[in-house]
């Protein structure tokens, strides 16, 4: 007989002379505090984060202190709601169907009512981003488009196939633009959230071929926040990674630290939205190669802008299908690729607002998505090698068995009613946005793209040198495309926001750190808009100079108080009453019936 092994030895006589309730208690608690371990390892969020969480829970629960939380909240909703009734003064409100249908007549007179509300005037450049192009002529062609084709839907191929060769030309156009192969594929979601979201289906579900049951993103600081929302509704773990605070550039040894072997992407963004920056693309395109990790580059702020660049004069870093590990890529034609007026999408140098693209590279594990516009991605990752983060290969021939397309795109149902297959998260879409969107890119050209992109960088990169001359600010590492961002270390930043503000001026507010940005569009290549911008900046900077730490009024207060509190929780209901109270209507005076 062969000798027990040394384990088997040492536990034996770990359990000499015990009685059975104790060997079976001892059992029963090693294996709950096995599986209690794993789940901790296992878990999405940290256990810092999970007490933090669990602590404040339990403090909310204080008679004394959920009593002013909630007065707090009564405050912050009832404010809300009087914005909203501020701001629908005057208008009626519709709570019933009308008895009898209005004319067609009315119908648009009442729109044109409703269009009227508001008080920035965006055609003329007082807003950050939102409205990307004012051009009467695009507009036109895009109505006209979506006209023609409002009644389509690429649900029903054999119904409209012109819509859907429309998307495919939209996709192929999408792709080449991003210097993909002809590999590459792709799909027209409706914004840069979807597109986004789809891309992190992709490697979620690729990670799940791969074994990986509980898969991780590693995401900047500063990425965009659809990849949060993406990773509550896939489930999928969030792990950030720190920026440098003198460029705001992702830390690359941060990303290396945090791969493991539940990761699933690397997250790059081409610019990132809070400070315009642009992470070093091509050194997380060596990262992900050297661990065998997707890469996914978020351009939709800036991607129909960054794709002309180089052609239109300015410096780009290399951020596309040219790097070797970039899987897929995020890139609105509803910002850049132009915008259309009212009643249609929007495009930043030339399409429709709510149309985008989700585009894969297969050889490279990955998608592209493009919000309202585009996404680019390619299909090699059908036969290449592709493995977990220590190199160790799928299958015994190293070589990824998966369709990326089906993985980012496509979901097949079978049910007892009917075989469905989809290439977005929705079922039917709008064709007339579709239509729209390649309408735009086809009136538009490459060679307007080239010169409206030279128009905004120039005015962006003026903006900038201006901003930096201003007493009291400072500007956030190096804008790349056409957001800049600035703070200030000598009065409260939402106190400057505040200020502009009363000058019409609409801006994006920026937390952790505080800061204000304007997305620079084309609207602001209007004669005199820069200059007025930054006649405005100098006049409200000089105020706060010269009031100092005097506290902060109405909403840009709110901001301030929503960076400071321990308790994210909060800072979530009161972003549902916010929500709340955009489908908040005033009671009518008369009745509406």
Partial sequence: ????????????????????????????????????????????????????????????????????????????????????????????????????????????????????????????????????????????????????????????????????????????????????????????????????MMACKAFRDLAYSRGITNPQMILPATAHTAFDKAAQYLGIGIVTVPVSTETYTVDLNAVKRAIGRRTCMIVGSAPNFPYGTMDDIEALSDIAVEYDVPLHVDACLGGFIAAFMTAAGHDMPLFDFRLPGVSSISADTHKFGERMDVGVPRCWNGSPELVSAALVDPQRGGQTTLSASQVAGSKRHRTVEFGTPYKRPLSSSGRLSVDMMMMINLSTFETSRLSVCSDSTTGSRAGGLIAACWATMMFVGRARYVQMTDEIITTARYIEAEVRKIEGLFIFGKPATTVVAFGSQRFDIFKLADELHKKGWSLNTLQFPSGIHIAVTHAHTQSGVADRFIADLQSAAKICLKEGSEPVQGKMAIYGVAQSIPDRSLVSDITKHFIDSMYYLPKPEDSDE
């Fill in 1 to 196: 007989m062969s000798e027990r092994p040394l384990p088997l030895k040492a536990i034996n006589r770990f359990f000499e002379g015990k009685e059975p309730w104790q060997i079976v208690t001892i059992t029963a608690s090693s294996v709950l505090a096995i599986v209690w371990t794993h789940s901790l390892y296992n878990a999405k969020e940290s256990v810092p984060a999970r007490l933090r969480k669990e602590f404040f829970r339990w403090l909310r629960q204080v008679p004394f202190v959920r009593r002013k939380i909630e007065e707090k909240m009564a405050e912050i909703k009832k404010d809300f709601k009087k914005d909203v009734a501020k701001r629908l003064s005057g208008m009626t409100v519709y709570r019933h169907l009308p008895k009898d249908g209005f004319t067609a007549e009315q119908v648009a007179e009442e729109i044109r009512k409703h269009l009227v509300l508001g008080s920035y005037d965006w055609k003329g450049g007082n807003v950050s981003g939102a409205v990307y192009h004012v051009n009467e002529d695009i507009s036109r062609v895009a109505c006209e488009a979506y006209a023609l084709t409002a009644y389509t839907n690429p649900l029903h191929a054999d119904v409209f196939p012109g819509i859907n060769k429309m998307e495919a030309e939209i996709v192929r156009m999408s792709v080449n633009l991003f210097n993909g192969d002809e590999e590459c594929c792709g799909t027209v979601t409706t914004g840069g959230t979807e597109s986004i």
